[in-house]
């Protein structure tokens, strides 16, 4: 009877109306219940989700599954991939004796497939090129970005607004340079008639965490030509998802620019994308790995900014997943955002673990057919507790889930098989060749020169004609500018004797 009851319960909460792909199936004493089965309807996916549970219980696993189930539904996905373990979406698995167990277990027809993998790189490893110019990140996320505080935050603002006013594109690191180089000398008294007093002392501070930032490899990512979003919400030739990877294994050492960096991706996509509505499926689902580094360091303001992007950009027909090893990683007001949870085990080595885990078991509904507290520790490898809203916005009932599977290879891609993939991808033209239209280092070095040729003339109808000195006929003038090609040139080969080899970014 009890048997008949959980089967009964599983089918009723997880039967939709609309299109959806098997996560896997229930299980209850431990053994897989035939009949059981545990979809997930495209219609909700936009409501985001969380896939949890301590290292070597299978999140990834399960994140790449997913993304398989999208792909085939003709949906895109972009993984943040942190550890670098996934690009082996794009090359077919290989069967085993676990996985025809599995699949038998699981009543699937397993055959092994890749999938289209576009992968995307914020440095100089291989892949394609993921740029934006400062202009785009402005001034609140860069100032996130330096570590500046709230005065220095607030010149930083004023610099962005003279640029726009004077038409000066901030589009890389040495245009930003110039200008700050600008407004400390011979451009100070410009600025300060139309903007207010600037500190010199503060502009000295942003200068120097703009060239360190520049010495870890900024060039790479900041500039043209800048990224366009639309190119993550693809579909292949032959009907699949496009699957993004970008790979930033770098970031888990630096997590406030990691959130930053997210904040911004975040915002390019609401700010980008058309409202939707409830849609069928989703246009994009984003797969944050690692996710704790998101919010590890992040001030309140910038945590605040991720919960409302969260809370908005589902309208826009975008769901985002965050992949943890504890729930308790995830504040509680983007946790209460999340439709589909999906908990592998937890481990209790300490109180602390023990308290985490009973936290963790408070957000998941009650259940007549489990000990949730005590079955946490005890789940196996690519088992899990699931639950999820479904297309009434309704939570379904939390159900022991064993879950399929992937298809494609459990284990990353070779060198060759990641160059050959880079090679043939549509993107690489499109993005790895260096754009550097004119901008701000160009126009303000060219007002400059200009000025200098003027020198000699007005020096000689000095005497004549008195007139009002240029601000561009400071003697620093020369110097600056010799100063400004010193730095870029420093920055670009690598400083301290490095030789030329540039310092990654992230």
């Known amino acids: ?20 792909f098997k996560l896997g199936r229930g299980m209850l004493n431990g053994e897989v219940v035939a009949g059981a089965d545990v979809f997930v309807p495209l219609a909700t ?9 301590a290292t070597g219980t299978g999140k990834t696993k399960t994140l790449q599954m997913i993304s398989e189930g999208l792909s085939e539904a003709s949906v895109p996905v972009l993984l943040l991939d942190i550890k670098g373990d996934l690009s082996g979406l794009a090359a077919p698995g290989k069967s085993n004796e676990k996985i025809a167990e599995r699949a038998r277990l699981l009543d699937i027809q ?17 892949g394609v090129r993921l740029r934006a110019t400062v202009s785009e990140f402005g001034p609140v996320l860069l ?57 010199t002392t503060s502009t000295g501070t942003i200068l120097r965490k703009v060239i360190e930032l520049q010495q870890q490899g900024g060039d790479l990512f900041f500039g043209e030509k800048s990224f366009e979003v639309d190119d993550l919400m693809r579909i292949s030739n032959d009907g699949y998802g496009m699957i993004s990877i970008l790979r930033v294994q770098e970031l888990q050492n630096r997590p406030k620019l990691f959130s930053t960096f997210m904040l911004q991706l975040l915002a390019e996509l609401y700010a980008s994308c058309p409202e939707e509505g409830d849609l069928d499926k989703p246009k994009l689902v984003v797969f944050i790995d690692e996710a704790h580094l998101v919010f590890s360091e992040a001030s309140p303001v910038l945590l605040k900014e991720i919960e409302n992007v969260v809370k908005l950009i589902r309208s826009k027909g975008i769901g985002i997943f965050f992949c943890t090893q504890n729930p308790v990683d995830i504040p509680a007001s983007v946790l209460s955002q999340l439709g589909l949870k999906v908990q592998h085990a937890l481990r209790a080595f300490t109180a602390n673990d023990r308290k985490a885990i009973k936290m963790a078991a408070e957000n998941y509904p009650e259940t007549e057919f489990y000990d949730i507290d005590e079955l946490l520790t005890q789940l196996g490898i690519g088992e899990a507790f699931v639950t999820m809203l479904n ?30 993939l880079v090679m043939n991808s549509m993107l690489s033209s499109k993005y790895n060749h260096v754009v550097d239209p004119e901008s701000a280092y160009e126009i303000l070095n060219a007002k400059m020169e200009a000025a200098a040729q003027e020198a000699p003339v007005k020096k000689a109808t000095a005497k004549k004609e008195p007139q009002e000195k240029s601000i561009m006929d400071h003697p620093m003038m020369r110097s600056a500018g010799r100063t400004a090609v010193t730095m870029i040139t420093r920055s670009l080969l690598g400083v301290l004797g490095l030789g030329g080899r540039r310092k990654r970014l992230f």
């Open 1 to 20: 009877m009890t048997m008949e009851k959980f089967q009964h319960k599983v089918n009723s909460g997880y039967t939709f109306k609309g299109s959806s």
């Open 110 to 126: 397993w055959e092994p497939k890749n999938y289209p993998v576009e992968l995307l790189t914020l440095t100089d490893q291989q």
């Open 391 to 420: 297309e009434k916005g309704i939570p379904t009932p939390l159900v022991h889930t064993m879950l399929g599977p992937p298809k494609s290879r459990m284990d990353i891609l070779s060198d060759a098989e990641v160059q050959n």
């Open 45 to 53: 996916m936009n409501r985001h989700g969380l896939i949890a549970g």
């Open 143 to 199: 100032s996130k970005i330096l570590g500046l505080n709230d005065t220095q935050g607030g010149i930083l603002s004023i610099i962005f607004k003279y640029c726009d006013d004077n038409s000066l594109p901030l589009l890389d690191l040495k245009d930003f340079i110039r200008v700050l180089q600008f407004i400390s000398n011979e451009g100070k008294p410009e600025i300060e008639k139309s903007y207010g007093k600037i500190s």
